[in-house]
């Protein structure tokens, strides 16, 4: 069963979905009916998602097992896919890699092809795919339009 809620961001809409136990999406720009709101992973997500905006330095989520009172994440996606996701959540609050760096940090040849697995990623913020980058410091896409992209690393900025 999947469970949603709306999120009312700085930058627009934000839909939460969740298994009832960890977090499975995260997406900008859509309003969804929440079936529940007393779920306590969305109240974990709120919390977190009003520090990131209100400019606090936020720990990235975790996939697998919940630790240290972070988010617990469980994307649907390939092997590659998760392998991807996973790296990306190695990237520290304030940080970009290039898709060139990321791909040497998979063990990957193309750059193309983690670039794909990046724009599948459907946990916004908390696997922070916003933050690769393109070759030489340009901001390159984003799912969810360059302005937002543009937005949220100029949040990460001191």
């Not at 934000?14 to 709101?37: D, M, Q």
């Not at 990131?52 to 989520?61: D, H, I, L, V």
Request: glycine share 10%; charged share 20%; with cysteine.
């Amino acid at each position: 069963m999947v469970f949603t809620a709306t999120y009312n961001s700085p930058v627009g809409p934000i839909a939460i979905e969740s298994n009832g136990e960890a977090l499975t999406g995260l997406r900008f720009g859509e309003e969804k009916t929440p079936t529940t709101s007393s779920l306590p992973i969305f109240d974990e997500v709120r919390r977190w998602l009003d520090d990131y905006f209100a400019g606090k330095q936020t720990e990235n989520a975790v996939m697998g097992a919940k630790t240290d009172g972070r988010i617990t994440v469980q994307p649907k996606g390939t092997l590659f896919q998760q392998r991807v996701w996973q790296t990306l959540l190695t990237i520290p609050y304030g940080e970009t890699v290039s898709y060139g760096e990321l791909a040497r940090m998979v063990g990957c040849k193309s750059a193309q092809a983690v670039g794909q697995a990046v724009g599948a990623n459907h946990v916004a913020l908390l696997i922070p795919c916003h933050r690769v980058i393109a070759a030489h410091g340009k901001i390159g896409g984003y799912e969810y339009g360059i302005e937002i992209k543009k937005r949220l690393l100029n949040i990460e900025q001191p």
